[in-house]
């Protein structure tokens, strides 16, 4: 790895740390604040399915901080033990993003559709990028720039799915906080907070795509010039 790329890596990790320890900081303050109706998020995540006719979804518990997400492949929307148990802001946030995918999932939202087509593909590609890139850098020091620009091909890949992935995440939060003011899941002083969650968890994903784009365009860099020795 070039200098280079190092410096931008370290910025952007330094980046998302700094968002991450913001997002864990407005979870944590939000989850102290229960809800006035005392909904839990499981019992958010199944009000917002019901109520956008979504009746083949199934709300389930899984493991880990934050790891709350949606299967389309199992039709399952998993919250975290905090978000499925819980009564907070926080907890209702979370459960009707979630539940703000499987309702793109029912409408066939193209974004989401496209997603779900290249998570093959990413997974394959994941597991031999960053080692291709590395040989490829290495390789491409002496002039021979063939293997790392399969290792950007491979790249590019993982980027359009990261790109891809930021309008998924906003509009499932656009779903949801439309729903939240429109309903009595939340009120008029705990719906600010809701949004202010999930502005924060969008953020995560922001900073991920432009960490992968400037990335993406380093080694493209790198290439350029291997083949300028040429």
Known sequence: MTPGIMLVSFLFIGISLIVSMILKGKFSKYSKIPLANGMSGKQVAEKMLRENGIFDVQVTASQGFLSDH???????????????????????????????????????YSWLT?????????????NFVNIVLLIGVIMAASGNTTLLLVGIAMMAITVLFTLITLPVEFDASRRALAWLETTNVTNSTEYPKAKDALKWAAMTYVVAALAAVVTLVQYIMIYLGGRDRN
Request: charged share 15%; aromatic share 4%; net charge neutral.
């Open 114 to 126: 496209m997603r779900s087509r290249l998570v093959p593909v990413v997974q394959l590609t994941s």
């Open 70 to 108: 949606y299967d389309p492949a199992k039709k399952t929307v998993n919250l975290s033990p905090e978000v499925y148990e819980g009564t907070s802001i926080s907890s209702a946030a979370v459960a009707a993003h979630e539940c703000g995918h499987a309702v793109q999932h029912a409408n066939s």
